[in-house]
């Protein structure tokens, strides 16, 4: 499920693809996560979670930028995953995403993962 961009001066800047690989709801941002797109990230982590799905993976792999909005919707996530038994696990964050994490302190609350086969092999 490719969940496009909202409003035209975001155009191409976030796509979100989500899929089920076992026990796991992979979903994968592409672009820039900001205050403009998080909604796209937002919607799609809040219908898994809805459906039951509380392990929820994030590839971040195509993930160009992320800023506190971003990280906010990714703790939001978070925090909703490990009430209903789960977590949010990310994987393959590209250094300047990582960054964002490292600075603020986040990676300490998330399971990272260096690569998307890794998170889904745990």
Partial sequence: MDRGTVG????????VGVRTEGRSEVVTPVGELDHH????LREP?????EKGRSRLVVDCSQLAFCDSTGLNVLLGARLKAEAAGGGVHLAGM??????VFEITGAEAVFTVHDTLEAALSE
């Fill in 8 to 15: 035209s001066a975001n155009q191409g800047r976030l796509s």
């Fill in 37 to 40: 797109t998080a909604d796209l």
């Fill in 45 to 49: 982590l809040e219908a898994a979670l």
């Fill in 94 to 99: 590209q250094p300047v995403v990582a960054r």
